[in-house]
């Protein structure tokens, strides 16, 4: 029994009527090719079942095609959610994904972390982990040692850096805003551990509003949980104890929002006669709570789609222009959905 002889590029160049040049420009996906051409030497590479080597490939176009991933907390909605668009516009461009999950962050975890995507040739990072008191401090200052371009998600801005971000601040203050619009007058908050750059600055969003309301802030209106439903329940209660007045609370995410709208109906208060209640985030499980719950909503998925196309733009000036692309901060503006909670 003979061994299967392996097709070549040079048997689709010759059965094409190409050169092998040509067919090397249809498989980068070149546009020196005419249409008609392409087609046509797809079409026999398909015939032939000739697959390039990944490897042939990526140093042919100075590329990997794998982009390194690090995220964190997928246990939560968000952070699954941006993932999701990360892997779907990956797939669409045609790179493949290194992802590594941190519990934790520090610089002696971190470092190898990074040290590690670069001994995989990774054409980019993108740092989709929250932004945690201080880590993107010192983790900026070990880009230069990198010289792989890095791009984050989901943080305050930075001259140095490319960041792709939800406006949490705007969708907080229209948040704020909506319950001082249907009357509202003692409007709480239930914010997410302020450890986290998201949660500080929905809690500065709300306090935003209602000063420039005239209104009153004070610490007593403010609880914190950690994200979690039992987290919100339990600042509820604990915000009713501090601010009986209470007849409005913005709650940092949806899933705590849920259980605020729990505990009330347990307690006796009739959402939204008593207490109107805005979450943020926009979760699935949110409409069609009882009462459908007025949330912001923020495309998490389209904002880790914007994150890989801009770093894939960046990549692709780097190599075929040899220009040096200016960091960016780019925004996606949430929207206010309003629902039966408020």
């Given at each position: 029994m003979?061994?299967k002889?392996?097709?070549?590029?040079?048997?689709?160049a010759?059965?094409a009527?190409?050169?092998?040049?040509?067919?090397?420009r249809?498989?980068?996906?070149?546009?020196?090719?005419?249409?008609?051409?392409?087609?046509?030497v797809?079409?026999?590479?398909?015939?032939?079942?000739?697959?390039?080597?990944?490897?042939?490939?990526?140093?042919?176009?100075?590329k990997?095609y794998?982009?390194?991933v690090?995220?964190?907390g997928l246990?939560?909605i968000?952070?699954?959610?941006t993932l999701?668009?990360i892997t779907?516009?990956?797939?669409?461009?045609?790179?493949?994904?290194?992802?590594?999950?941190?519990?934790?962050?520090n610089s002696?975890?971190?470092?190898?972390?990074?040290?590690?995507f670069?001994?995989h040739?990774?054409?980019?990072?993108i740092w989709?982990a929250?932004?945690?008191?201080?880590?993107?401090?010192?983790?900026k200052?070990?880009m230069p040692?990198?010289?792989?371009?890095?791009?984050?998600?989901?943080?305050?801005?930075?001259?140095?850096v490319?960041?792709v971000?939800?406006?949490?601040?705007?969708g907080?203050?229209?948040?704020?805003?909506?319950?001082i619009?249907?009357?509202?007058?003692?409007?709480?908050?239930i914010?997410?551990?302020?450890?986290?750059?998201?949660?500080?600055?929905r809690?500065?969003?709300w306090?935003?509003?209602?000063?420039?309301a005239?209104?009153?802030?004070?610490?007593?209106?403010?609880?914190?949980?950690?994200?979690?439903?039992?987290?919100?329940r339990?600042?509820?209660?604990?915000?009713l104890e501090k601010?009986?007045?209470?007849?409005?609370?913005?709650v940092?995410?949806?899933?705590?929002?849920?259980?605020?709208?729990?505990?009330?109906?347990?307690?006796?208060k009739?959402?939204?006669?008593?207490l109107?209640v805005?979450g943020?985030?926009?979760?699935a499980?949110s409409?069609?709570?009882?009462?459908?719950?007025?949330?912001?909503?923020?495309?998490?998925?389209?904002?880790?789609?914007?994150?890989v196309?801009?770093?894939a733009s960046?990549i692709?000036?780097?190599?075929?222009e040899?220009?040096?692309?200016?960091?960016?901060?780019?925004?996606?503006?949430?929207?206010?959905?309003?629902r039966?909670?408020?």
């Amino acid at each position: 029994m003979t061994d299967k002889i392996k097709t070549t590029i040079y048997d689709v160049a010759k059965m094409a009527g190409v050169s092998k040049q040509t067919v090397s420009r249809v498989i980068n996906n070149r546009q020196d090719v005419s249409n008609e051409t392409r087609k046509r030497v797809k079409n026999i590479m398909d015939e032939l079942n000739y697959h390039p080597s990944a490897i042939a490939q990526s140093l042919s176009r100075q590329k990997s095609y794998l982009f390194g991933v690090v995220t964190a907390g997928l246990r939560f909605i968000g952070p699954s959610r941006t993932l999701s668009g990360i892997t779907s516009m990956a797939e669409e461009l045609g790179y493949g994904l290194l992802l590594k999950e941190l519990a934790s962050f520090n610089s002696n975890n971190v470092k190898p972390l990074l040290q590690w995507f670069k001994s995989h040739q990774v054409d980019g990072i993108i740092w989709a982990a929250p932004e945690i008191e201080d880590n993107r401090y010192w983790l900026k200052d070990m880009m230069p040692d990198l010289d792989i371009p890095v791009l984050f998600i989901t943080m305050e801005e930075q001259n140095q850096v490319t960041v792709v971000t939800t406006d949490n601040f705007s969708g907080a203050k229209a948040a704020t805003e909506h319950l001082i619009q249907i009357g509202r007058k003692h409007i709480g908050h239930i914010a997410g551990p302020l450890d986290w750059w998201e949660a500080r600055q929905r809690k500065l969003g709300w306090e935003t509003a209602l000063k420039e309301a005239g209104m009153q802030v004070s610490e007593q209106m403010c609880t914190l949980g950690n994200w979690s439903p039992k987290s919100g329940r339990s600042a509820f209660l604990e915000l009713l104890e501090k601010f009986p007045e209470m007849d409005g609370v913005f709650v940092g995410n949806d899933q705590m929002a849920l259980s605020v709208l729990q505990a009330s109906l347990e307690i006796g208060k009739e959402i939204p006669r008593d207490l109107s209640v805005v979450g943020f985030d926009g979760i699935a499980d949110s409409e069609f709570y009882c009462p459908p719950l007025t949330t912001v909503y923020q495309n998490q998925d389209e904002l880790g789609r914007v994150a890989v196309a801009e770093l894939a733009s960046q990549i692709e000036h780097k190599i075929n222009e040899n220009i040096f692309v200016e960091p960016k901060y780019i925004t996606i503006q949430p929207e206010l959905i309003i629902r039966q909670s408020s």
